[in-house]
């Protein structure tokens, strides 16, 4: 059930872990769904996942360093192999690798930096012969052997698409492939105390299998009621989860923005492609402006060492919150478009604007439509106090000036310059279209 610490947490860390990581391919899962590597070879990355370096603690201190409120762990990507110490009959780190459960040092290193704690899970499991069969509409026999070589399954259930026919025992066997899930999630709900978050991902085949997903969300809030689900729960999800892409009309309702530093969700080693922290830190004001959240990825390689150029751009995210906190926390959905030149937000009180500026302007910026008196413009990271001015309106006829505000030219912000404007009560907006002036 949607929590009120998810829409005001604005940043999570997304971090994309599993054995995918040992041959750098990118893509996570999906390389020998692709046909690029068979499965059996794709599951050799067993041997190299050695986890020896990883520090939960030292990545909780980095990610609340980063100004992150909660944090997401691939606990088991599409590959199907769990970081935890199922008891189901599945792939599991713990039962193939070199290290015990990956996912309790995690959630209580999360839980010690005052984190919230979010676990991701994905539907697919494609080390559940009879979920892969299904989907696929490939044999036993045929799967096997598919399995030996590059086989892309991806055209095979593009076929299915138009030719699905479910076999006699399909039945039973979807069903059981659904105990199965529900059980792994009993797991996860239960071994680890309070999960603040569960991010599922990847329903494959919606269309044509019921995933049941209104009992499973039923299932949830028996077990975990306090639990925030994003929306990938078909229609009984909490909140949308765009993904790669900052909306351009804001969702209706809590929304999260997902995103690679790079490219790619997993580890791949090449540290090229990364986008700037400015980069990032423009996407983010963008959310924070349509009053969404940004759940920022970073992908250790396989000992558990987070990229030194990830560590980084955290790093200097956390920089930028630090100094610019009042402008990110407790903020909401700032002004519609066509008021400003970029994204904006709102306090609590609605009687401060919050402008993110990551376009400088020349000379001055505008904001239109604020009847209010200004009292005060300042840049939030120093305080400094900028001049501002009316331009135009007619105040006698409800028309208000356009507001200019003079920007120093020294003393910005490094990343993002944000501007705080105080005004006299809670905003009160035109939205008029503007009239002829016959009285002056
Ligand atoms: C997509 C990808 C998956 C990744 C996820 C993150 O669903 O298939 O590999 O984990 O995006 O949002």
Redesign the pocket.
């Known amino acids: 059930m949607m929590q009120p610490w998810f829409e005001e947490a604005k940043l999570g860390i997304?971090i994309?872990w599993g054995i995918y990581a040992v041959q750098r391919r990118g893509?996570?899962?999906?390389p020998f769904v692709r046909g690029e590597v068979s499965y059996d070879e794709y599951m050799t990355q067993f041997d190299g996942f050695t986890a020896k370096d990883y520090d939960p603690e030292a990545w909780a201190a980095l990610i609340k360093r980063s100004g992150a409120r909660y944090a997401v762990l691939?606990t088991k990507?599409?590959d199907g192999v769990a970081l935890w110490p199922t008891q189901e009959e599945g792939p599991s780190i713990p039962a193939r690798g070199h290290c015990d459960d990956l996912v309790g040092p995690y959630v209580e290193a999360i839980r010690n930096a005052g984190l919230h704690c979010g676990l991701?899970f994905?539907h697919t499991d494609w080390s559940q012969p009879e979920h892969f069969e299904i989907i696929t509409q490939l044999s036993r026999e045929d799967l096997e052997a598919a399995h030996q070589v590059k086989h892309n399954y991806i055209e095979n259930w593009r076929r299915v698409d138009t030719e699905f026919a479910p076999g006699p025992d399909y039945e039973a066997r979807w069903q059981r492939f659904l105990d199965f899930r529900q059980n792994q999630l009993r797991e996860l709900l239960t071994e680890y105390g309070n999960i603040d978050l569960l991010w599922f991902?990847?329903m494959i085949g919606s269309h044509l299998h019921d995933y049941k997903s209104r009992e499973l969300r039923d299932f949830i809030r028996e077990l975990s009621p306090d639990t925030v689900i994003n929306s990938r729960l078909e229609d009984y999800g909490d909140y949308e989860?765009p993904?790669q892409f900052i909306p351009v009309q804001a969702p209706d309702g809590p929304w999260e923005f997902?995103v690679t530093t790079n490219n790619t969700?997993s580890y791949t080693g090449r540290e090229e492609q990364y986008k700037s922290a400015f980069e990032l830190l423009h996407m983010f004001c963008e959310c924070l402006g349509m009053g969404g959240n940004m759940l920022l990825?970073i992908g250790p390689d396989e000992h558990g060492v987070i990229p030194p150029a990830q560590v980084q751009l955290l790093e200097e995210i956390g920089d930028w919150i630090q100094r610019n906190h009042e402008a990110v926390y407790g903020t909401r959905r700032g002004l519609p478009h066509g008021y400003a030149y970029g994204p904006s937000s709102f306090n609590e009180a609605g009687d401060v604007i919050y402008l993110y500026l990551s376009h400088l302007p020349r000379e001055c910026t505008t904001v239109k439509g604020i009847h209010n008196q200004v009292k005060r413009v300042s840049l939030v990271h120093n305080g400094m106090e900028c001049t501002q001015r009316r331009v135009g309106g007619a105040d006698w006829i409800g028309v208000p000036g356009t507001l200019h505000i003079d920007l120093p030219t020294q003393d910005l912000d490094p990343q993002v310059t944000v501007l705080k404007i105080e005004l006299e009560g809670p905003l009160d907006l035109y939205s008029g279209e503007g009239v002829e002036i016959n009285v002056n």
């Not at 893509?27 to 999906?30: A, D, L, P, R, Y």
């Open positions: 997304f994309h893509g996570e899962s999906w691939t990507h599409h991701y994905s991902d990847v989860t993904e997902c969700w990825n």
